[in-house]
């Protein structure tokens, strides 16, 4: 069986932001920063099983995630509103078939 991803769901925060990609078996990927305002996650040898090629998220760290098939990989881009190189973290974690990508903001100290 190929391996899908079958939906992408967004967990709003004031402050942060998480989104779950859910996929039919163990996700393996790949997180790389574009530039300070983009983010591409790699999931190698995954198809989409999703409708869509754009998913508006309109939150104050992120404006968008693109969808993009390749021919051995699945790419999600988030175009984020604030920038990474400007207090933005974000994090992974993995459980089972399930990725959950956090994005938060780094409070300073005071």
């Known amino acids: ?8 769901a967004v967990q709003r925060g004031d402050d942060d932001i998480t989104i779950v990609i859910q996929g039919n078996g163990p996700l393996t990927y790949r997180l790389t ?3 300070a305002l983009r983010l591409s ?6 198809v989409s099983a999703i409708r ?13 995630i693109r969808i993009g098939q390749h021919p051995k990989k699945l790419r999600l881009v988030f175009d984020l509103n604030h920038p990474i190189d400007k207090g933005l973290q974000y994090a992974i974690k993995v459980v089972e078939d399930q990725l959950a ?9 005071g």
């Open 33 to 35: 920063p574009v530039d």
């Open 1 to 8: 069986m190929r391996r899908a991803v079958k939906k992408i």
């Open 41 to 46: 996650l790699d999931l190698p040898n995954v």
């Open 101 to 109: 990508m956090r994005l938060s903001l780094v409070v300073p100290p």
């Open 52 to 64: 869509f090629q754009l998913l508006p998220v309109d939150h104050r760290l992120l404006k968008q």
